[in-house]
């Protein structure tokens, strides 16, 4: 049976594709079948397939860069970097929840080990004017492993994402602290400072461009 895993995120920009990428990876390299979708797009460009979130994923499945394959693993893509509500509306279409849902249960009853949906933007972020992310993540029924970032406000931040998965009885997989271009205090002290915030949580952190760091553990309910 597929273990479905949701990759969230505290805010937009906060490295849940690289997050997705390198647990994709690091299943598949310790041998489980293992594949990523990103159902919704914002910001993706046809004509650079490689630099958009959903490349980054067909490259980590070791997929060609074609608009086909694109299309396989994220069916609602859109050209403006806006959030995805707005950048439906912009190319005169409604992103519908109950399609979305379909979708993901689609993916998932593949004969898969793991299958990784990452999010777009936030958790909480508008896919229409009536449900969010969170919504469908609800819907889905599946564990969320959230990750955050490293800046000054982050733990307000986490802190209340995790409070609105609780509201919504989303078991929560962990916490990955992905290195931010600023951190609020030295990063090697951040994941001690997490850790005591929120002693009852899986937490890893990454910095910048780290390849090492075992993220498996987190969804395999290790420690």
Known sequence: MTKVIFIGGTGTDIGKTYV??????????????ARAIKPVISGFDANDIASSDS??????MEQDLTLENVKRISPWRYEDPLPPHI???DAGEVISGNELLDFCNSQAAEDLDYLLIEGVGGIM?????NETMLDILQRLGTPCLLVTGSYLGTISHTMTAISCLDQKNVPLAGLVISESFQNYINFDLILDDFTKMLPNILIKNIARNDCSTDLTTLIKGGS
Do not use: D, E
């Open 87 to 89: 950048a439906a509306a």
């Open 125 to 129: 972020v508008p896919l229409n004017y």
């Open 55 to 60: 490349g980054q994923i067909l490259m980590a």
């Open 20 to 33: 997705t990428c390198l647990l994709l990876r690091q299943l598949r390299t310790q041998g489980f079948s």
